[in-house]
């Protein structure tokens, strides 16, 4: 039987496109799950995992869905080699447990993990050096100019709604109710 299995890091992130892989690769049951590779935890690889029997091939467009470091990813494909269970990772090819099989294995998820702590050095290098600039805020940018909040918050303590503040000042009323709940927080403490 040909299991596939497809993974995003983020809830943001869209499936679709490894699933129709999938389907047009023949898989007939596909576990699909939203989990950072980053964790351990990954409710659906963990239940495919034991019904894979011998002669099953289990299916993934990349090795880095599959597995979050070389030493994880070595481990699960050298289980499912004992149990007679072929991999087929589609950007690669077959995955055999022969001497080479396992070295271009080795290989490629030894590059995968790499590339990916690159990437984290990189992004840390980067804030980093942004952390330098005397104007560096944390976190995303406001959207909102402190003075437009201000004139918001006046308008609402002046007796109009929520709904018409937000209509005219263009800020949601979530983010009025946020602006006035940390506004009366800041008053209660001075």
Known sequence: MKYGYA??????QDLNAQLQTLEAEGCSTIYKEKFTGTTTTRPQLAALLPLLNEGDTLTVTKLDRLA???????????????????????????????????????????????ER???????????????QRPDF???????????NIEDALRMLDEG???????EIKQISVSTLTR???????????E
């Not at 993974?7 to 943001?12: A, E, I, K, Y």
């Not at 269970?85 to 077959?94: A, K």
């Open 68 to 114: 979050r470091n070389t030493k994880e990813g070595i481990e699960i494909i050298e289980a499912l080699f004992e149990r007679g269970v072929r991999v087929h990772v589609l950007n690669v090819g077959l995955l055999e447990n022969t001497t080479m099989g396992r070295f271009f294995l080795q290989t490629l998820l030894a590059v995968a993990e790499m």
């Open 137 to 147: 805020v944390e976190g995303r940018p406001k959207k909102f100019k402190k003075k």
């Open 7 to 12: 993974r995003v890091s983020t809830q943001g």
């Open 117 to 131: 702590n690159m990437i984290i050095e990189r992004t840390q290098e980067g804030k980093a050096i942004a952390k």
């Open 179 to 189: 602006a006035k709940r940390e506004a009366k927080a800041k008053s209660l403490q």
């Open 160 to 166: 109009m709604s929520y709904k018409e503040v937000s």
